[in-house]
């Protein structure tokens, strides 16, 4: 069983379409892992990567006026919750986190896969959730990462009226996955670029569980 500090996670709270409260941890980890390497590894922790969806919560949660709890169930000071934020929204290092999205090709459409919770296979991580592509932002931009917080599709992505803003956005395209967070040019990214097999040494994971 794997012993881990509760103090050092974000409860994001149960709601309609998600019926469990998710623990997420307050720091990225496991850097220099491919995203597949990633999704492996909290696997074999009983952990998971935040869906895209989930990941906005996630951040929604902390920019929202209710109470924030750690993993233990004690109120989060507003200093505490800021530090938070500003590591995922304006952190001082090139740090970048892998979101549990990956884009497939059926009968020639884009569907997205996530939830990848499922025992790896020959062909690699089964999703436990398949669906076609719903209408999203199709051009690329720098959107207004708050406007995407609050508004986002049900699959976590900018819908068509984003208005523009500072974060860098690239759609969805065939075997890439989800990242978010500071790239080399010091931009703030949610794109999708990379091939499920990448590494760099900046991106890392937010291992999130559900407490049964």
């Known amino acids: ?13 149960a ?7 998710i623990y997420i941890a307050m720091q990225r980890e496991l850097f220099n892992y491919s995203w597949m390497e990633a999704q492996r590894t909290l696997q074999n922790r ?4 935040l869906s895209p969806h ?32 500003e590591g995922i929204i304006n952190p001082q290092q090139l740090e970048q986190e892998w979101l549990d999205a990956h884009f497939i090709e059926r ?11 499922r025992a790896s296979t020959e062909r690699g991580l089964e999703p436990s959730h398949v669906e076609k592509l719903q209408e999203h932002l199709q ?24 208005p523009s803003g500072k974060t860098r956005y690239r759609k969805p395209k065939i075997d890439q996955v989800m990242r978010f967070g500071l790239g080399w040019e010091r931009v703030l ?16 994971v937010r291992e999130a569980f559900i407490k049964r």
């Open 1 to 13: 069983m794997i012993e881990r500090d509760l103090k050092q996670y974000v409860i994001l709270p």
């Open 15 to 21: 709601n309609r379409e998600r019926p469990l409260e």
């Open 46 to 49: 009983g952990a998971c990567m």
């Open 54 to 85: 989930d990941f906005l919560d996630f951040m929604k949660h902390l920019l929202s006026e209710q109470e924030v709890l750690n993993g233990e169930r004690r109120v989060l000071s507003g200093g505490g919750v800021r530090t938070i934020l």
């Open 107 to 117: 009968q020639g459409e884009l569907y997205i896969a996530t939830d990848h919770r």
């Open 139 to 162: 051009e690329e931009k720098n959107i207004d990462i708050n406007y995407l917080i609050r508004f986002p599709t049900s699959q976590g992505l900018p819908k068509q009226d984003t």
């Open 189 to 204: 990214e949610f794109t999708s670029t990379k091939h499920p097999d990448f590494k760099e040494a900046n991106i890392g």
